[in-house]
């Protein structure tokens, strides 16, 4: 995928994200990208802007990780296995996330 598809993708889900903030927020379980089919692996979640790099540490809640989101800018950063490209939601609104499980999941939810 060019550089200008991939950022094409982030602000398609940035604004989204952003819009869509009453409901809740899920990492796509594929990314698609040309003639490959990548799938999740990992979630991060921010509090801000990703590229300020302030990595949230998740509760663990047994098979998922559990994010309280009180008095935080929420950012999901959905990951996904064989590749560096990534889905990032404004999550707006969220009070928490939660990722893991088999298969993996993660979402935001108000």
Not at 74 to 84: A, E, I, K
Request: proline letters at 7%; aromatic letters at 10%; charged letters at 15%.
């Amino acid at each position: 995928m060019s550089s200008n598809k991939g950022l094409c993708l982030l602000l398609t889900a940035f604004l989204f994200g952003s819009a869509a903030s009453a409901a809740p927020l899920t990492c796509p379980s594929v990314l698609q990208a040309g003639t490959n089919t990548y799938s999740l692996d990992n979630a991060s979640l921010f509090d801000g802007p990703p590229d300020q790099m302030a990595d949230l540490v998740p509760d663990p809640a047994g098979a998922m990780d559990r994010w309280n989101l009180d008095a935080v800018d929420p950012y999901l950063v959905c990951r996904f296995s064989g590749t560096n490209q990534t889905i990032i939601f404004h999550a707006l609104g969220a009070k928490d996330c939660e990722a893991g499980g088999k298969p993996f999941q993660a979402f935001c939810q108000s």
